[in-house]
């Protein structure tokens, strides 16, 4: 029973491409592409192989871009300014990540000590949840 199952499993599943009918393509006197099983009479129509897919369209080409016509001069100055925004990010990096530090040090030190006119004295608790704030809204507003 099983075997017979098998066999006519695989015959059926072999079978599918040889029942696939021939397929025709044609354009009408109106410009309208039609498909059919039959060719029409007095039409031109093209046969189309349905057993094998379709090509893929070309790949189309990247259009140019300015990096590709840039000159020399303008390249220098891409390098410039890019040098510079890095510069620039290391800096807003490094002043956030003592800004971070400087809160985590306010937030968890209850006796926090600053030295103010060549004097270190001890900030009120006031003071420390002023300072605080504006850590945390410093580093809302300058850091990611």
Request: net charge neutral.
């Amino acid at each position: 029973m099983r075997r017979t199952l098998l066999l006519s499993s695989l015959l059926l599943a072999l079978s599918a491409p040889a029942m696939a009918g021939q397929v025709y393509k044609w354009v009408d006197a109106q410009g309208v592409t039609h498909f059919g099983a039959q060719p029409p009479q007095g039409a031109q129509a093209t046969s189309i192989n349905t057993a094998t897919p379709p090509p893929k369209p070309a790949e189309p080409q990247p259009a140019p871009t300015f990096k590709n016509i840039a000159d020399p001069e303008q390249a220098a100055i891409d390098k410039k300014v890019k040098q510079e925004v890095a510069a620039k990010e290391a800096e807003r990096k490094q002043y956030c990540d003592s800004m971070r530090n400087n809160l985590a040090q306010l937030q968890n030190n209850p006796r926090v000590r600053i030295e103010e006119d060549g004097e270190v004295r001890r900030l009120s608790e006031e003071e420390r949840q002023e300072r605080i704030g504006a850590a945390q809204k410093s580093i809302a507003d300058n850091c990611l």
